[in-house]
């Protein structure tokens, strides 16, 4: 933990090392546990045939909706697998909503949606779109042997393509001011917008660059295999995130597949159709072909 995470714990009264509590109450000792569901806003399909035992966890962006994790959740439904999109704390609420909430309890409820997953299916693949992606990673690193597969699709751990605003790379260097309570409800307008809020508050940029952080340097505690699908023309985030992944992630197998003539959000609208297909291979593959790490390796199409 750095000094930023210290300050900003102890300015909202909580403990040093320690994250906030997931959502519900804490069961009293001796209570008969009750069974994990979903939350409101979250989107869980079951799984069935041969592959319906093997579960996918898909984390939508920072700023975003379940919902435009949807129609690739439902492509990978129909080939059998059950699929959980989760919602991330803070979200699907006002701009205040999401001021509120940090990485750590965006972690959280990864955490929570892959224990309500776990309880339905065998193994659990777990991959994210965007901001999501680097949450996926961040829990592979936490659990190295519950997770199966990662899917990290249009990873971001620097907001530097073409459509991001100066404003927006200044205020990403201003790790200090949430903890200073500076500009802690400010937003910043949003220009590429496939779903959720119009505007990011600056403290949340903070918290993603804190989340790109802690990642990067634990890559190579990543165990399972991962598969990395990026534009080569990303707005958003250029294609050197992905590379990233594949050159520091040295202890498992990575798979990197580009496309072309697509924009951030690889999970949406035209094309979804064959992010759908190279993901439902991959998954196919990790489950026959459960391989000891090795090397990453980088596939371009």
């Not at 699907?92 to 309500?116: E, F, K, N, T």
């Not at 500009?183 to 804190?210: C, T």
């Not at 072309?260 to 196919?284: E, L, P």
């Amino acid at each position: 933990m750095n000094v930023v995470d210290a300050i900003c714990k102890v300015a909202e009264g909580r403990p040093v090392g320690c994250a906030r509590p997931a959502d519900g109450p804490i069961p009293a000792r001796g209570a008969t546990p009750q069974p994990l569901e979903p939350m409101a806003g979250e989107h869980l399909l079951a799984g069935h045939g041969g592959h319906g035992r093997t579960g996918i966890l898909l984390i939508h962006r920072v700023g975003g909706l379940p919902s435009e994790l949807h129609e690739l959740a439902r492509g990978l439904n129909r080939y059998g697998y059950a699929v959980l999109v989760v919602k991330l704390a803070g979200h699907c609420g006002s701009v205040q909503d999401l001021a509120g909430a940090g990485w750590l309890d965006w972690l959280a409820s990864v955490r929570r949606g892959a224990d309500v997953l776990a309880c339905q299916v065998d193994r659990v693949i777990v991959g994210g779109v965007s901001t999501g992606a680097v949450l996926a990673l961040a829990f592979a690193q936490e659990r190295p042997f519950h997770v199966a597969g990662v899917l990290a699709l249009s990873p971001v751990f620097r907001h530097d393509g073409r459509t991001v605003p100066q404003r927006v790379r200044v205020a990403l260097r201003l790790l200090a001011a949430r903890a200073l309570g500076i500009g802690r409800h400010r937003a910043l307008q949003r220009r590429e917008r496939a779903a959720g809020l119009p505007r990011l508050p600056w403290g949340s940029l903070a918290e993603m660059r804190k989340l790109a952080a802690s990642v990067s340097r634990r890559l190579d505690m990543l165990r399972a295999p991962c598969l990395v699908i990026h534009a080569r023309q990303d707005d958003v985030a250029p294609v050197s995130n992905a590379f990233k992944i594949v050159k520091r992630a040295c202890n498992t197998n990575v798979q990197l597949q580009l496309l072309t003539d697509r924009r951030h959000v690889v999970t949406m609208g035209r094309g979804c159709g064959d992010v759908v297909s190279r993901v439902a291979a991959f998954v196919s593959n990790t489950s026959l072909n459960p391989s000891p790490p090795a090397k990453p390796s980088a596939t371009l199409r």
